[in-house]
């Protein structure tokens, strides 16, 4: 089993920014893809970025593209999302989660397991 924690998650203006942190435990962290997704009220979860085993691949949905950041630090067990120049459209629940499958996975059913999420809102 796996357990994944969001955290970082809150208020911030537009153009603001936020880093969200996803901790892992339960199995070896440092050989999976990790991805982030997000969902709004009303609307289906949206792929956000993933990254490779050992961070040396990225990629981005369109819409964060440019603006926002996935990282791993593997000896922490933890993948970060740094999120910048946020826009009111952003604003939405942001869940990690953990692929038991290889390479780069921007679809959700590709992902096993799941965080409980983490809300971000930017006020415009």
């Known amino acids: 089993q796996v357990q994944l924690v969001e955290s970082g998650g809150g208020l911030v203006e537009a153009g603001g920014s936020l880093r969200l942190s996803c901790a892992a435990s339960?199995?070896?962290?440092?050989?999976?893809?990790m991805g982030w997704f997000r969902q709004a009220p009303g609307k289906e979860r949206e792929f956000v970025a993933t990254?490779?085993?050992?961070?040396?691949?990225?990629r981005y949905g369109d819409s964060v593209k440019g603006r926002f950041t996935i990282s791993r630090d593997n000896a922490k067990n933890t993948v970060y999302l740094q999120m910048n120049s946020l826009k009111p459209e952003d604003t939405a629940v942001y869940y990690c989660?953990?692929?038991?499958?290889?390479?780069?996975?921007?679809?959700?059913?590709?992902?096993?397991?799941w965080g409980q999420g983490t809300q971000v809102t930017v006020s415009s």
């Open positions: 990254i490779a085993w050992n961070g040396g691949l990225t």
């Open positions: 989660a953990l692929s038991l499958r290889v390479g780069l996975r921007s679809s959700p059913s590709d992902y096993a397991y």
């Open positions: 339960g199995r070896t962290f440092s050989t999976y893809t």
